[in-house]
């Protein structure tokens, strides 16, 4: 015989556990709510409704909420009174009168025809059988066909409520013969407020600035919301800050990312890098990163329209898209620091030239005999290295970020001389594959072979690579 040493209680998540049971708990979805209260106090239901919304807006639970108010004994002002057998079976999940189908799964045309011969049967104990079919965008061509004919003549003790994340893939058809009602996204005080309910219920301290963290990275799904603070909890935090947050959410503190913009402001070059060093030596996500610096830019611009605080977000949305690509994940966030608080370069680099030769007599040097190879060493080369940079853009995106960061300091015997701040900058540069690209696109350019050479300069000045058109990238930002 076995024996059971322990047992694991399953805890229910926050969001199943304190699922609203009436409309006015119900949170956000005003326009939905009036809408559907009325109709129930009016007796004036349709067979059909489409729920549209994204995920996480209340589809589902308000899908509940109607079918236990159509189904409720004592309906009071629209509301279920939730005491009555009919209440107390939907709420324990152990109606058989309300049925709810994962189309997703469920999304072939036999089991379309099989939901259609079980309509025909009355409810068991209800007034209406509640069909509640989630995801029903996920339904094929065939199968949606053959839910039309239901829905065009559907039992009068029936009603459908569909649900959909994406409307623009069901049939205009199907959308007709349905009452639709568009679920809005959450906005971050609507959140906060019922993250505010749940600590008093669950018996837990959150504080303003870790409920705006949260609501902000649910980006408008409560769902999301709830399971962020059931990630929290079930590591028996009681006392919940921003940065206890931002700590499980690889996120960083906002105090941060403010002190990341106040030196920004004040072009302090260094001081970023040290502070990009610290986020990292952390452990923090440098794409979650990006996202916080572009919601605090993107609040200021709103407060203050600058030109140069749009180039910035253009920059960072730039440096969040190559951190996916690249294998140094920091040198994107880099690379936008230096040309945010680098002075603008001429768009057109002058050409680079040889070292100072020594003067001599016209009439001696006409004497001289020609020499190509010579002449191939030491001439000037008529090269803009903005140019080379871009040639090598679509071909490789963080070799064209290690040039960005660099720059040609002289020509010396038919080699490229260039300037490079680490170590690493160099070695990645002189790699034989790397090097043969960047020689190649140079003979492009300028028509002589020539030799890249790194040297490693500390000291070298940061730069920005090429001047920017403030109100262009404006444009670009807002796609005027």
Not at 376 to 395: F, G
């Amino acid at each position: 015989m076995l024996k059971c040493f322990w047992e694991l209680k399953m805890s229910q998540a926050l969001y199943r556990k304190w699922r609203p049971q009436t409309f006015h708990e119900l949170i956000g979805q005003d326009h939905v709510k009036k809408t559907l209260q009325n109709a129930l106090k009016n007796q004036r239901l349709v067979h059909a409704y489409l729920f549209a919304g994204p995920r996480g807006s209340g589809k589902t639970t308000t899908a509940r909420l109607l079918a236990k108010a159509v189904n409720c004994q004592n309906l009071q002002n629209g509301e279920p009174c939730n005491q009555c057998p009919s209440c107390l079976e939907i709420q324990k999940g152990q109606s058989l009168d309300l049925i709810e189908i994962d189309a997703a799964s469920n999304r072939g045309i036999e089991e379309i025809r099989e939901l259609r011969e079980k309509i025909r049967f009355a409810p068991v104990k209800s007034r209406y059988k509640v069909y509640v079919i989630d995801e029903c965008h996920m339904l094929t061509k065939e199968a949606a066909n053959a839910l039309l004919k239901t829905l065009e003549e559907p039992p009068a003790h029936v009603i459908f409520v569909l649900a959909t994340t994406e409307t623009h893939r069901l049939p205009t058809t199907i959308i007709s013969r349905c009452q639709r009602f568009d679920f809005k996204r959450l906005s971050i005080g609507e959140i906060q407020e019922r993250l505010l309910d749940l600590a008093q219920k669950e018996g837990f301290s959150i504080d303003e600035e870790a409920q705006r963290l949260i609501a902000q990275s649910a980006f408008g799904s409560l769902r999301d919301a709830e399971s962020i603070l059931d990630l929290i909890l079930s590591r028996g935090i009681k006392e919940i800050t921003q940065k206890v947050v931002a700590e499980i959410l690889g996120k960083t503190e906002e105090k941060r990312l403010r002190e990341f913009y106040q030196l920004l402001l004040k072009k302090d070059t260094a001081g970023l890098f040290a502070l990009l060093e610290e986020v990292i030596q952390e452990g923090g996500d440098l794409y979650q990163f990006c996202t916080g610096l572009i919601e605090i830019m993107r609040e200021e611009l709103l407060k203050n329209p600058s030109a140069q605080l749009a180039f910035w977000i253009q920059l960072i949305a730039e440096a969040q898209k190559e951190i996916k690509t690249t294998d140094l994940i920091q040198l994107p966030l880099e690379l936008a620091i230096v040309k945010m608080t680098a002075g603008s370069k001429d768009k057109n680099d002058p050409p680079l030239q040889p070292e100072p030769q020594t003067k001599t007599n016209p009439s001696s040097r006409q004497e001289k005999p020609k020499n190509p190879d010579h002449t191939e060493k030491n001439q000037p080369l008529n090269l803009n290295w903005s140019e080379v940079i871009a040639r090598l853009r679509p071909h490789n995106h963080s070799l064209c970020f290690l040039l960005e960061t660099s720059q040609p300091l002289k020509m010396e015997d038919g080699q490229l001389i260039l300037g490079v701040r680490f170590k690493f900058h160099k070695d990645r540069l002189e790699e034989a594959k790397n090097r043969q690209i960047i020689e190649d696109i140079i003979k492009e350019l300028s028509g002589h072979n020539v030799r890249l050479v790194c040297e490693v300069k500390k000291d070298l000045p940061l730069k920005s690579i090429a001047e920017k058109d403030l109100l262009k990238e404006v444009e670009e930002v807002f796609e005027i």
